[in-house]
Structures are given as C-alpha cells and as structure tokens.
C-alpha cells in the first residue's frame, strides 16, 4: 500500500542551504512565519552519505553526520511534513564500499559484476583496441547518447597489475598521490637518497597536473617505469560508476534502499538519472524501450511493498511525449515545461500556452509535481513542440539579458537545455511578477514544489558561480543563506506575500485531488478555478496590468 502524500505545497532545499545543517532548517520551519506554509518537504541528497555533485554521488545512503541527524528526520514527522528523497538507479560513488571492494579484490571481489565491466559488454560487438578496452562497432555506437566526450569509461587497476575498463557515465578524476620517500625505500628497492630526490621531482610534477608516464626524472631515469608502475598502483578515483542491472546483488541493493527511504519515512522517491541504467548494444541508452519501463515496473513493486511512491526524474522535449507514457503507466510526472511557460506568459502578456498545459494536465488525469526554480537551471528543452521555437529562443535571450546562463546539451553548441538563474532574477527581479508565478504556480494542476532561494527572492549569485569555477554555472542559484540572512529575508513583502499564498494553498480545503479545475485565457486574462464539496477558489491574472486577485466562495 503506497503512503498517502498531499498535494499540499513542497519545500525544496538541500540540507545545508539555510543554516549550514538540516536542523536550522528544521527551526526555521518551526518559526510562526512558516508554521502551516510546508505540508511536504524534498530534501536534495547530500542529505546522505556523499561525495560530489552536491550529493547525486552516493557512498551509502546514512545520514550524513556533517548536515543531518536522526532527529531531524523526526522533528519534521513531529511537524507532519512529510518528506521526499532521492533514489539515484543508475550509479554510485567509487567510494562505495562495493567498488572499493572491487578495487582491493579485483577478480575476487563479490561485487566483480555489481558494476559493468565494459569488455564483457561489448565482448562479440568490436575490437578490443591498443589501451585495453573493446571499441563498439560503429553500427553499435552511432545512436548512443553519450553525456561527455569519448567512451564511458574509467580505467580501474586491479591487484593483479590490469587495468579494467568500466562503465562511468558520468563525472570521474584519476588521483595520482604523492609518493614518501620512505615508501619508495619500502616498495621499490630504492636508496633512500635516491627514493628522496625522486619523491621530490615526482610530486613536484604531479602538481603540475602531468601524467606519470611524461614525468622526467633525470639522472634517476633507469627507475621511470618502477615509479610509474607505483603511481599507477596506489592511484585513487572519484566519480560515479554505473551499475548493471542484470546482477542480483544489485537488485539486493534497491531493494535495501528503498527500505532504508521507507524507514526515513519518506513518502515520495524522486527517481534520478534512471533513464540510463537499462543498457543494451546497439541501443541508445538511455530510455531504452521496453528496458526501462521494465526496471521502473520491477522497482515500483519493491517500492509499492514499502509504501513508497514514485516520481521518475527524465528532460525530454514535449514533443517526445515521454510525460504522457509516463503517466498513462501510473507514475508522478515532473512538470518541467511550467517554468519556461511561466516566464513566456510574461513576456507575451498572455496564459494561452498555460491554459494549453493546464487543460491537458486536467484532461489526461495527469498527477504532477510542478515547480518555477529548483536546484538546476530553468528548463528549455523540455518545451520543444509545446512552444514555437522562436519563441523558445527569444525567451532564451531575454533572461541571459537579464543574467543568466545558458547551458548547452553535453556541449553541443547550439543546442539549448536549460538556463541558469534564480527564478527571480529571471523574471527581472520585480516582486509584482515573483507573487503572480507564485500564485499561478499554486493554482495550476499538480503538488507545487518550492524552491527556497525563490521563496527567499534570490538573485544571480555570481560569487558563488565564480567561486565553483568551470562548470559552476549552477552555483547561480544555489546560495547558502545564514540564518540570519533568511531572517533578514522575513522582512520583505515578497516572502511574506508568498508566505501567505503557501498558507492559504495548504489551509484552503478546496484544493484536493477530488477537485474540479477549470482554466480561462482572455488575451491578457487568465482564470483558474478549484471547487469541490467545500466551495470555490479562482484566481484571476492580469498579464498586461501584471495584477492578481483570489477569490473563495
């Protein structure tokens, strides 16, 4: 039996963004401000135990001890927030306990074939090539959807001396440590004077970022393979290794996640990056067909056994319709298309596109989990087939006018998927448009996800953009607020007006999943309704004079 979450309104923060630690979020909450504005809350997750990606590189799935307690899970079901989690299907950190197992056992490891070995992969599909690993045949390769350049592959020594390729899809780094003289002494058969001028040239090198096989050593040149062999030997890894599917073990492993989640009392699992765990040869991917629906159906019915529903996390455009196979398979659907919709409804002074979505939201009985900012950028290529790509594009120059960032698809210039920026600034910073998408956002079909920084009215953070270097574009909006910043926050009218549509939203019993919506669009006017047993709720839009009122019956 699936827990019943509301559609009550969904905060959205990662456990450090007010405060530093989940517990001053947890205070914050508990202050009269808040008190009855949150029914739900979806903690980002290096709430756990992880290591990059602010989170989406998961060890383990423990409390991290640095942000999070068990007694913050429990003064929030104190509270009755109910919460939402994430479940990354697809990888987990090298820092796992299974892949350091891998590491130190090679062949001999239980966890061999928790990961997917690349050559027994493509064993029968290519060329083993001159590096060590199989390279596809073409045929095989050429619809793939790679998220970075080159083959997804980490190069993993074992004990034995090989090197094994593996699947990585995503981020990886090779750590080449520094060497001790005395290690050297120890391992390598060096004098110690020897070992302490090579110590000196080797990690002199290393900082200069240079590979082991290009590092001179001069005068100590007939020990250059011992030192590279060395080095290659005691390397360490980041990143995050793509499980395999077909193995037992790995089914063990969701199935013991899902009841950790349950156990946290989590009512929703936000499923990540799920649409590339099913791979086949010759496919593409990711969203292969009938490959992932197979895994999302053999996941819900652990998930169903835990009470756990879930919410499948995929961009694609509108066009591919892949919301709608989605939903009509009885799954959550996340509406990415309301943000852009949103930001285009004010620039055309018109809801025609809204009330578009809305009506087919309503029709199709589709449940969804709507959101404006949230903790990467803007989506645009989502909106494909839904607006004019004129459209899309003019969008696109006005809120990098107004100081955002453009983040192309894996590098493909030219090819648009999100922007970058706080919601505010890309609405122009005007509190008159934030309070109107805050009160669409909450009249519009769906459990509406709110991102803290918006909550706040955050602007473009540069600092910290610059500060996360290359590929920190998303650190615009991602500010850590202190306390005292989010106190200062309390101030202004714009928190406290969306305060107050939060409070209405989740006190208001007209809305609820048995309720009637109706949607109008007059030029500039938009109309949205809810009624049930209990009354009546319509909010009224004006895009042209960028007014709004609400009225009950």
Request: proline letters at 4%; hydrophobic letters at 40%; glycine letters at 6%.
């Amino acid at each position: 039996m699936q827990k019943k979450m509301s559609i009550g309104a969904l905060l959205n923060a990662y456990p450090d963004s007010v405060g530093g630690k989940l517990a001053d979020i947890v205070s914050l909450l508990k202050r009269d401000e808040f008190k009855g504005a949150f029914q739900s809350f979806y903690i980002l997750p290096s709430v756990f135990n992880t290591d990059l990606d602010r989170g989406f590189s998961l060890i383990n799935y423990d409390l991290s001890e640095t942000y999070a307690s068990d007694e913050d899970i429990k003064d929030l079901h104190d509270m009755n927030v109910d919460l939402m989690m994430d479940f990354i299907l697809n990888h987990i950190s090298v820092l796992s306990p299974q892949f350091q197992d891998i590491i130190k056992n090679g062949e001999n490891s239980k966890y061999r074939d928790f990961f997917i070995n690349w050559n027994t992969f493509w064993e029968g599909y290519g060329e083993m090539g001159p590096d060590g690993y199989i390279v596809p045949d073409q045929k095989y390769i050429k619809d793939m959807f790679f998220r970075k350049p080159g083959l997804p592959i980490l190069m993993v020594r074992f004990p034995d001396g090989r090197d094994v390729p593996y699947w990585n899809t995503f981020y990886q780094e090779v750590i080449y440590n520094k060497v001790d003289p005395l290690e050297l002494v120890r391992n390598c058969n060096m004098q110690y004077q020897s070992a302490v001028d090579i110590s000196k040239k080797v990690n002199e090198a290393l900082d200069k970022k240079t590979a082991p096989e290009d590092i001179e050593l001069g005068e100590h040149d007939r020990y250059k393979q011992t030192v590279v062999d060395y080095l290659q030997a005691h390397r360490s890894y980041l990143g995050q290794m793509d499980m395999n599917i077909k193995s037992p073990l790995v089914w063990d492993y969701y199935r013991d996640t899902l009841k950790r989640l349950s156990d946290y009392g989590v009512a929703i699992v936000r499923l990540d990056a799920f649409a590339y765990a099913p791979k086949e040869p010759g496919e593409r991917n990711f969203l292969n067909d009938p490959g992932t629906w197979d895994l999302l159906g053999k996941v819900d019915e652990i998930a169903s056994e835990y009470g756990l529903t879930l919410l499948p996390e995929i961009h694609a455009s509108y066009s591919e319709k892949t919301y709608e196979l989605l939903a009509k398979k009885g799954y959550m659907v996340y509406d990415f298309f309301l943000p852009g919709l949103m930001i285009d409804a004010f620039i055309r002074k018109n809801g025609i596109y809204l009330k578009k979505w809305a009506d087919e939201v309503i029709e199709n009985n589709i449940r969804t989990v709507n959101m404006l900012g949230c903790h990467d950028g803007i989506p645009l290529l989502d909106l494909k087939g839904l607006l004019p790509e004129e459209d899309i594009q003019n969008m696109i120059d006005i809120v990098v006018d107004r100081g955002g960032y453009v983040k192309d698809l894996h590098g493909a210039k030219n090819v648009y998927y999100q922007v970058n920026a706080t919601f505010y600034s890309a609405l122009g910073e005007s509190d008159k448009r934030m309070l109107m998408a805050r009160a669409i956002q909450l009249f519009m079909p769906g459990k509406p996800q709110i991102w803290y920084l918006d909550l706040f009215a955050g602007k473009n953070d540069y600092e910290a953009m610059a500060k996360a270097g290359v590929g920190g574009h998303k650190e615009i909006n991602r500010s850590n607020l202190s306390l005292a910043d989010a106190e200062k926050a309390l101030e202004k009218d714009v928190v406290k007006k969306q305060l107050e549509l939060l409070k209405f939203r989740n006190s208001c019993p007209v809305f609820s999943e048995d309720a009637d919506i109706t949607v109008d669009c007059n030029e500039s006017l938009l109309t949205i309704s809810w009624s049930n047993v209990h009354g009546t709720a319509t909010l009224k839009v004006d895009f042209e004079k960028e007014t709004y009122s609400i009225e009950t019956a």
